[in-house]
């Protein structure tokens, strides 16, 4: 991905901001609230939400029927537009979240079922031990490739300490050979050799089970269903109570109620102790053209934002980002000398949001918070390089849509007016913007470097030669920050004393929010740029990150099933050990870290790929492993 976000602070007279305010909090937001209430209250939202999408369009027909509602007229085109897309953008991701979420709990209920100790394989077809391994050598052979087991070398007895087998690619279709099986064969010995293999990593063993090791493991994957099953049943989305009528509710209910049962309790807890959003959604410009950039008197550069021309919005960031702010003046300022000769597909500003930003203190919220503007910019626009290899991509894309359209025949007025405004924004396209040159970088296809993140180490690296399936070097999070190495103990210290207030003032009923430095923000920022270094000098092609969906799950259950471990009968002592033990491990926010990486990367022009992380293995086998599976997936796709 080649767009990045940057930011800065909107500065304007107190009229100004307090209009703003009164259409983001008094109208703006009161309407998303009432389109996310109405679309969950809707009799065919259950379908809706087997299928994982809403139908297109129901957005805008609801809003609709709210247009002329004396609550929320009153708004600039653009804000509705804007309520339109959040709520599309907040069921489109809720939605998929719980499709994904029934999908894993799905698979897993069905590892679960397969799932056995070697007793009761045993037990179930009546045979022996020996008996079951046979079948599933008999499988095993019928499953795997001759050429994988030819060309497979022979253990050498040259060291005293073996190493792990690696999971290879060929042991990954295995895997999903076997499940494919298992669920097509109707026979109870084949179904229970299958699952023999499959619990075993697709190996077979010598070695008798360990029924301790088993029974926790299947209660590891037992608990991963319940917490997914708890996610399954959460709140619907809602919007952003600005007046706490919410909390106040249910303030009153918890005082004068006695709950049912543990899980009422207990909600209404959460929403008690939730901490309350005190800003308005953020309105959003997707047409770059909506903002109109200039300069006052004073040389001070400014914006103007479509629906609200009559105020204008001074601009304060550093020197860094206003070498991109100039560029959106210029941008424009060059298509209006000539014309409109120029398209406003390669300005390089994509799109806006104007946001609030909480702030600290009392007094009028117009004049407590602070007014914060969000462009998203496509980095390959920055130069001609860039800006020619957008060019043909917008072309081809044309190009296609009109021999789709012509093919048609016969076509009609409107058609005809299609075609021809294609052909004039093609004729624009190819009248480019000046730019300045830098060559595009170009890294080896093959070398590619693997990200792992972890629990002590938020991250780890592996440059691997992909076609040799062998690392290059690898690098820990101590080689990554160098000299810098202690700033990570210094904000694993801070965050853990952090915690230990608020756990201490939410004893005593105190106000507990302890703000946190921005010291965390800085490591990760350093970690990214070391990184991406690493990668240039290699000259890797990409960097393979992995996926977070499930990070959080396997860390809790594993968590929780160690608790269980230690006190097996005493459920307070579970909830005490596994609260100690997360703080004593620590926790880093990957996401932050992901978009600096992110970020980094899309400004040298170097790729960003995806993976899954192994569960198992060191940080270096993980980083190894994953930036491999994908540059064989990348192959085979």
Not at 126 to 135: F, S, Y
Not at 561 to 584: I, T
Request: hydrophobic letters at 35%.
């Amino acid at each position: 991905m080649s767009q990045i976000t940057i930011q800065c602070r909107l500065i304007a007279n107190e009229p100004t901001r307090r209009q703003l305010w009164e259409l983001m909090a008094q109208k703006n937001t009161p309407l998303i609230n009432e389109l996310l209430e109405q679309v969950g209250q809707h009799p065919d939202f259950p379908t809706w939400r087997q299928n994982g999408k809403l139908p297109a369009g129901l957005i805008k027909q609801l809003w609709e029927s709210l247009k002329t509602d004396p609550r929320y007229v009153g708004q600039p085109s653009r804000f509705y537009a804007s309520a339109i897309a959040v709520v599309n953008y907040i069921y489109k991701s809720w939605l998929a979240l719980m499709k994904r979420l029934q999908y894993q709990i799905e698979g897993k209920t069905r590892w679960l079922e397969m799932l056995k100790s070697d007793a009761e394989l045993i037990e179930t077809n009546g045979i022996t031990l020996d008996t079951l391994r046979a079948k599933a050598t008999e499988i095993l052979a019928q499953y795997t490739p001759r050429s994988a087991l030819a060309d497979s070398p022979k253990p050498k007895k040259t060291s005293k300490k073996a190493k792990k087998p690696k999971v290879s690619e060929t042991n990954r279709s295995l895997s999903h050979s076997l499940f494919e099986a298992y669920r097509q064969s109707e026979d109870n010995l084949n179904r229970s050799a299958i699952a023999y293999l499959l619990k075993n990593g697709c190996k077979l063993t010598d070695k008798e089970e360990d029924p301790e090791k088993f029974a926790k493991r299947r209660r590891r994957v037992e608990i991963q269903i319940q917490r997914l099953i708890e996610q399954l049943t959460a709140r619907m989305p809602k919007g952003r109570d600005l007046t706490n009528a919410r909390w106040l509710e249910t303030l009153a209910i918890a005082s004068t109620t006695f709950p049912e049962n543990e899980a009422q309790a207990k909600s209404w807890q959460d929403r008690l102790l939730k901490q309350p959003v005190a800003v308005p959604f953020p309105v959003a410009y997707e047409t770059n053209e909506d903002l109109t950039w200039f300069k006052n008197p004073s040389n001070r550069l400014c914006v103007k934002f479509g629906g609200l021309s009559e105020h204008s919005f001074q601009i304060y960031c550093d020197q860094r980002q206003l070498l991109w702010f100039n560029r959106f003046l210029e941008d424009q300022h060059i298509k209006r000398a000539s014309k409109n000769q120029h398209s406003s597909s390669l300005f390089t500003l994509r799109s806006g949001r104007i946001a609030w930003q909480e702030g600290e203190g009392r007094g009028e919220p117009w004049n407590v918070h602070r007014l914060t503007l969000y462009c998203t910019v496509d980095t390959r626009l920055w130069t001609a390089e860039g800006t020619e290899q957008v060019k043909q991509e917008k072309a081809a894309e044309i190009a296609k849509v009109l021999t789709k359209t012509k093919e048609k025949g016969n076509l009609n007025e409107n058609q005809q007016a299609f075609i021809q405004r294609q052909n004039s924004t093609l004729a624009r396209i190819n009248n480019p913007f000046p730019r300045p040159s830098q060559p595009l970088y170009q890294g080896n296809p093959h070398i590619l470097v693997g990200v792992s993140l972890g629990l002590e180490k938020p991250a780890t690296i592996a440059i691997v030669d992909a076609i040799a399936s062998k690392p290059l070097t690898y690098r820990s999070v101590k080689q990554l920050l160098g000299k810098n190495y202690q700033l990570l103990n210094r904000q694993r210290q801070e965050k853990q004393r952090t915690s230990q207030q608020r756990h201490s003032a939410q004893k005593q009923a105190a106000p507990n929010r302890f703000g946190e430095s921005e010291l965390g923000e800085y490591v990760d920022k350093l970690l990214a740029k070391e990184i991406i270094a690493i990668a240039q000098k290699y000259q890797a092609s990409s960097i393979v990150l992995p996926k977070l969906g499930d990070m959080r799950e396997i860390v809790q259950s594993e968590i929780q099933a160690l608790a269980e471990q230690k006190c097996p009968e005493f459920l307070e002592g579970q909830r005490n050990y596994a609260k100690q033990y997360r703080v004593s491990v620590h926790n880093w926010s990957y996401g932050r870290l992901i978009e600096c990486i992110k970020s980094q990367a899309a400004k040298v022009g170097m790729v960003i790929e995806e993976g899954q992380q192994p569960v198992r293995g060191s940080p270096q086998e993980k980083a190894k492993e994953i930036a491999i599976s994908v540059y064989h997936s990348r192959s085979k796709t």
